[in-house]
Nanobody
Framework: QVQVVESGGGLVQAGGSLRLSCAAA????????MGWYRQAPGKERDLVAR???????DYGDFVKGRFTISRDNAKKTVYLHMNSLEPEDTAVYYC??????????????WGQGTQVTVSS
């Protein structure tokens, strides 16, 4: 069984910072791409940032240099450092991991989500 577990969400004032963490664990041999998506009420789930095991990073257009994604491949963990947060960043943030399940092969896993609320 594979688990993707997020942590680090919470309430922050506009202009503040948060760091999200996500760890993949279980019956997996390695993780290819790890990333973060977010979904605000009534809106679609959007890419925030993703990072391949080789170091290629992609960001959503709205990030505008405010967020940085990083990962520790040995720990199968990805981090999202968010600075200059705005009320519009309020959403549930979901971790996504494309991982090689030992039994099933390449699979995509989602975490349960962590709430980020930015107050004005």
């Amino acid at each position: 069984q594979v688990q993707v577990v997020e942590s680090g969400g919470g309430l922050v004032q506009a202009g503040g910072s948060l760091r999200l963490s996500c760890a993949a664990a279980g019956n997996i041999s390695s993780v290819n791409v790890m990333g973060w998506y977010r979904q605000a009420p009534g809106k679609e789930r959007d890419l925030v940032a993703r990072l391949s095991s080789s170091g290629r990073a992609d960001y959503g257009d709205f990030v505008k240099g405010r967020f940085t994604i990083s990962r520790d491949n040995a720990k199968k963990t990805v981090y999202l450092h968010m600075n200059s947060l705005e009320p519009e960043d309020t959403a549930v943030y979901y971790c996504n991991a494309e991982a090689y399940d030992i039994a099933l092969g390449l699979r995509v896993y989602w975490g349960q989500g962590t709430q980020v609320t930015v107050s004005s």
